[in-house]
């Protein structure tokens, strides 16, 4: 059975960065459908999205990436979900085409991208913790039993990387790491200036903190 593959790229104020990940997109023919889920922009995220060609839903207020993903799920078809950032750099065709083959033909469940030989930064730290990927590919009814399974698993902030990791252990999932050679991104403290960046950054760690106690407290209740 032919299998319909979406791209789901929550965004933020990406105005500047999302173009030059959707172009790429694009051009990958295993890529049935894209959407831009803008995330409360207060720049022109939509619009430069709109322009590119791709279908854009649109959240009024900034509810954060968990919220923008599992919104993007429950508002598309797909038999399988590919999760980028908008704020990519060095994105290939054979990067997108590499995280979905293997779901395409059932060798994985979930593939995770990993930046390699890119920038020092972001390789590092993806290195130290690859379970935090926004890189993902993803078959339908991993999230569907994930929501099914809690209710409120939407507001967990940054969180969407370790619930995906955490489920994926829980579900017992085939996942593959797929690298992703010369691929980073824009880091937070260059979009926003340094103070404004870290600060966006700690309350980046704060929610994947809260959201793996959540989780595991959830877990162990059980």
Known sequence: MCKKVVCLIPAYNEEKRIGAVLSVVKKCELVDEIFVIDDGS??????VAAKNGVSVLRLEKNRGKSYAIFYGVENTEGDIILMLDAD???LKVEDVENLIRPLLEDQADMTIGIFSDGRFS???AQKISPFLSGQRGIKRWVF???LESREDIKDLGYAIEIILTEYAKKFNLRVLTVPLPKVSHVMKEEKLGFIKGAQHRMKMYSDIIKGYVNLKKSRDGQ
Do not use: F, G, Q
């Not at 207060?42 to 619009?47: G, I, L, P, Q």
């Open 88 to 90: 990519l750099v060095n």
């Open 122 to 124: 972001t390789d590092l």
């Open 144 to 146: 569907e039993k994930i």
């Open 42 to 47: 207060e720049d022109k995220t939509a619009e």
